[in-house]
């Protein structure tokens, strides 16, 4: 099972960026598809994005579509995730997840193991 550590994460006013990194160990990271959840206080955990085995497939929650990127390294077992014009709704703790199949997950049940996770913050 891959290991999962991620960083990246603290406070930034609205309209800022934030680049969360999730570095991984254990098995070959390239075989796993991997993804972002987030979970808000008193909120169930959501998802975020997800990226395919090779990089080439992403998926995005409407919520941060066109404002977030994912991306991965398979050679330095990375994946990233850049978050620009954040929103106080953005709030939440982030956690890296590797997806349960090759296929990249669209929702929090195709994840099955995940990070510590990070603090996101972002003040009005």
């Known amino acids: 099972q891959v290991q999962l550590v991620e960083s990246g994460g603290g406070l930034v006013q609205a309209g800022g960026s934030l680049r969360l990194s999730c570095a991984a160990s254990g098995r070959t990271f390239s075989t796993y598809a991997m993804g972002w959840l987030r979970q808000a206080p008193g909120k169930e955990r959501e998802f975020v994005a997800s990226i395919s085995r090779s990089g080439v497939i992403t998926y995005y929650a409407d919520s941060v579509r066109g404002r977030f990127t994912i991306s991965r390294d398979n050679v330095k077992s990375t994946v990233a995730l850049q978050m620009n014009s954040l929103k106080p709704e953005d709030t939440a703790v982030y956690y890296c997840?590797?997806?349960?199949?090759?296929?990249?997950?669209?929702?929090?049940?195709?994840?099955?193991?995940w990070g510590q996770g990070t603090q996101v913050s972002v003040s009005s």
């Open positions: 997840a590797a997806g349960r199949t090759a296929s990249a997950p669209r929702t929090t049940d195709g994840f099955g193991s």
